[in-house]
């Protein structure tokens, strides 16, 4: 069982950074893929990034390409959401999830990803 506990989120003007983070307790964090979904009402959630769980590799949106960064500490059961040069259309609640353990390989689909946080509003301001 892993619980993920996001934090991090604001009010941000456009143009600006935000970095989340999402704490895990439970003993299978290290042997899973993690990665980042948000959400806006009325929407789908929507893939924002992933990343593999030992060497590293990642993935993200098209949306976010250049932007945003995620990065994990094993040792501290985080992972990390870099969000620079934030726009409008970022505004969202962002969730973090993680795969079931031995899968370790990132996915874009939210159905892949067995344990989610209760998510972080994130508002970007214009």
């Known amino acids: 069982q892993v619980q993920l506990v996001e934090s991090g989120g604001g009010l941000v003007q456009a143009g600006g950074s935000l970095r989340l983070s999402c704490a895990a307790s439970?003993?299978?964090?290290?042997?899973?893929?993690m990665g980042w979904f948000r959400r806006v009402p009325g929407k789908e959630r929507d893939f924002v990034a992933a990343i593999s769980w030992s060497i590293g590799s990642t993935n993200y949106a098209d949306s976010v390409k250049g932007r945003f960064t995620i990065s994990r500490d094993n040792a501290k059961k985080t992972v990390y959401l870099q969000m620079n040069s934030l726009k409008p259309e970022d505004t969202a609640v962002y969730y973090c999830a993680s795969r079931p353990s031995g899968y370790y390989s990132g996915s874009y689909y939210p159905n892949d990803y067995a344990y989610w946080g209760q998510g972080t509003q994130v508002t970007v301001s214009s």
């Open positions: 439970g003993r299978t964090f290290s042997n899973a893929a």
